[in-house]
């Protein structure tokens, strides 16, 4: 950085696995940090030390309290602060949002350093639909709480993105197939260091490989959308309006009906009822 960076709160993505990855930016920040806020300092300290920055650190995860959060914002006005996650963007399956929605409120500097992202880079290599995903973060650990957290989204039309660590891997990827059906999907582990790998099929065939192999490092799941909706026949639309119609319902209103259930044009379905009306 030609001129130190104003005081604030800055938000520094980190490399997922390979050092490599750390943008020119945001080691020039943290080198020019007063302070950085590490999940856990101890794997901080060894990006700090990569990049050449002595720099104090306090930790900031998911057990820190109001308390711990205002010591930081009471800094922000004469202060860099530097909040960053042990790999990847923070905020993302990562505390830090409640700081940073603070942070604004009380009108400090908040600015963003992107980089790795271990959601991004599975979908990446997945090979799925990536115009629209739903990022889902940690599954419950639970059975009967993990089939009620799919179910809410089974039918969204969007790839699925989760993480998941190894020794639980089998059981989720068995639950999303009981409760997906045979979508195709992918397992990304090891993301950007030298044993990265991504292997892909169906929900059955991964559930079935991780069973009784659960790998180890950092995992993503990916999961596709489901199939598109089949179109609806002749005879699904004749069956329809034929019991709207049994069931004392005018033509129209019975077009109506059938058209918003069916996904058709209500002109074609009303003349179809005027036609078994007769």
């Known amino acids: 950085m030609n001129q130190p960076p104003p005081p604030g709160l800055y938000i520094v993505a980190t490399p997922i696995g390979n050092l490599g990855d750390l943008t020119a930016r945001a080691a020039d920040l943290l080198r020019s940090a007063d302070l950085v806020l590490a999940e856990d300092k101890r794997v901080s300290a060894k990006l700090l030390s990569h990049v050449g920055a002595s720099v104090p650190m306090r930790t900031y995860n998911d057990h820190s309290d109001t308390a711990d959060r205002e010591a930081v914002i009471a800094r922000l006005g004469s202060e860099v602060v530097a909040l960053v996650s ?14 940073v929605r603070e942070a604004r409120a ?39 709480a993990r089939a009620e ?23 989720a990827l068995a639950s999303l197939a ?42 993503v799941i990916v999961v596709g959308p489901p199939a598109p909706a089949a179109e609806p026949t002749a005879k699904d639309l004749d069956e329809a309006l034929k019991a709207a119609l049994a069931a004392g319902e005018s033509p129209s209103r019975a077009a109506a009906a059938v058209a918003q259930d069916l996904g058709i044009r209500r002109k074609l379905a009303y003349e179809r009822a005027l036609e078994l009306g007769r």
């Not at 908040?110 to 889902?136: K, N, S, W």
């Open 86 to 99: 042990d790999a990847g963007t923070p905020l993302i399956s990562d505390p830090g949002y409640k700081l």
């Open 178 to 219: 009981n409760g997906l059906g045979q979508r195709e999907a992918a397992v990304a582990r090891e993301l950007t260091k030298m044993h990265e790998e991504c292997v892909t099929g169906t929900l059955s065939e991964l559930a079935e490989r991780y069973a009784d192999a659960p790998p180890r490092g950092e995992i």
């Open 106 to 144: 009380a009108g400090h500097h908040v600015v963003t350093l992107p980089g790795p992202c271990a959601a991004i880079a599975a979908m990446t290599l997945a090979g799925l639909p990536t115009d629209r995903f739903l990022f889902l973060g940690f599954l419950p650990p639970k059975e009967k």
């Open 149 to 171: 957290a799919i179910a809410e989204v089974a039918a969204v039309r969007a790839t699925l993105v989760l993480y998941e660590s190894g020794p639980r891997l089998g059981a």
